[in-house]
């Protein structure tokens, strides 16, 4: 599965609703797929809900050094390629970061995103968090 902005804040905030279901999926699947936008784009998120910058670098840190977790690097061919979807799906409020992750589950044949993001679903993947 590819694990998304808001399926890595469920891992880490104990206090979400989603936190238990996200930690069993997570805990329950060979294939844990993220991007180094995510990992951007988790930082904002976090500094943006209050945590303190030294538990995201904490976690970041973790997710980094898991080797259980495969990081694809955005490279300018996987970013244009996204800002192309982005271009063909103008109704959708889509950011670049989902449209790199939408490419890069078609292009390893992914369909589930540990999300509780419904653009997923908009694009026909399969959300595993509400």
């Given at each position: 599965?590819?694990?998304?902005?808001?399926?890595?804040?469920?891992?880490?905030?104990?206090?979400d609703?989603?936190?238990?279901?996200a930690?069993?999926?997570y805990e329950?699947?060979?294939?844990?797929l993220?991007?180094?936008?995510?990992?951007s784009?988790?930082?904002?998120l976090?500094e943006?809900?209050?945590v303190?910058?030294s538990?995201?670098?904490r976690?970041?840190?973790?997710?980094?050094?898991?080797?259980?977790?495969?990081?694809?690097?955005?490279d300018?061919?996987?970013?244009?390629?996204a800002v192309?979807?982005?271009?063909?799906?103008l109704?959708?409020?889509?950011?670049?970061c989902?449209a790199?992750?939408?490419?890069?589950?078609?292009?390893?044949?992914?369909?589930?995103?540990l999300?509780?993001?419904?653009h997923?679903?908009?694009?026909?993947?399969?959300r595993?968090?509400?």
């Open positions: 599965m590819l694990v998304d902005t808001s399926g890595f804040f469920c891992l880490y905030d104990r206090s609703l989603d936190h238990f279901a930690l069993e999926l329950n699947t060979r294939i844990r993220t991007t180094s936008y995510v990992l784009e988790y930082v904002a976090a943006t809900r209050g303190p910058r538990e995201i670098v976690f970041s840190s973790r997710v980094l050094s898991d080797n259980d977790v495969e990081i694809v690097w955005v300018k061919d996987l970013h244009m390629n192309d979807l982005l271009a063909r799906r109704d959708k409020s889509y950011s670049l989902d790199v992750s939408f490419i890069l589950m078609r292009e390893r044949g992914i369909s589930e995103a999300t509780t993001d419904k997923f679903e908009q694009e026909g993947f399969i595993l968090l509400r």
